[in-house]
Nanobody, 124 residues
Framework: QVQLVGSGGGLVRAGGSLRLSCAAS????????TGWFRQAPGKQREFVAA????????LYEDTVKGRFTISRDNAKNTVYLQMNGLKPEDTAIYYC?????????????????WGQGTQVTVSS
C-alpha cells in the first residue's frame, strides 16, 4: 500500500504561483506513474497532469499546458506540481494519485492510491 501526502495549497491572487508536493511513504514510489487531479465544488474530479516513473514522459490537461509543470524527485519520494499564472477557475481541491503501472492515464478510475487533497483558492 502506498500512502500519499499532498501539501502546498493555499490562497493566491490571479496570476500568482503555488507549488504542490506529493510525498509517498514507499521507496518503490519511483516505480509508478503519478498524476495530479482536481475537484471543484459541484464538479467531477478531473485530470490535471501526470508523469512517468522517472520523469521522461509527462501529460497535461489542455487548460493548464504552459502554466503548470509536473516533476519528480525520486530520491525524496516526491512529485511536484508547479502552478504559474493561476486563474480563478483553477480553484479546487488538488489530489495526487499513483498508478501501479508506468503508463500515463487521464482517467480517475485507473489510479490506485490517492492522497488526501490540498485546497487551492485563486482570487480574482
Amino acid at each position: 500500500q502506498v500512502q500519499l501526502v499532498g501539501s502546498g495549497g493555499g490562497l493566491v491572487r490571479a496570476g500568482g504561483s503555488l507549488r504542490l508536493s506529493c510525498a509517498a511513504s514507499q521507496r518503490t514510489y519511483s516505480n509508478y506513474a503519478t498524476g495530479w487531479f482536481r475537484q471543484a465544488p459541484g464538479k467531477q474530479r478531473e485530470f490535471v497532469a501526470a508523469i512517468s516513473r522517472i520523469g521522461r514522459s509527462t501529460l497535461y490537461e489542455d487548460t493548464v499546458k504552459g502554466r503548470f509543470t509536473i516533476s519528480r524527485d525520486n530520491a525524496k519520494n516526491t512529485v511536484y506540481l508547479q502552478m504559474n499564472g493561476l486563474k480563478p477557475e483553477d480553484t479546487a481541491i488538488y489530489y495526487c494519485a499513483v498508478r501501479m503501472i508506468n503508463i500515463l492515464s487521464t482517467m480517475v478510475s485507473e489510479y490506485d492510491y490517492w492522497g488526501q487533497g490540498t485546497q487551492v483558492t485563486v482570487s480574482s
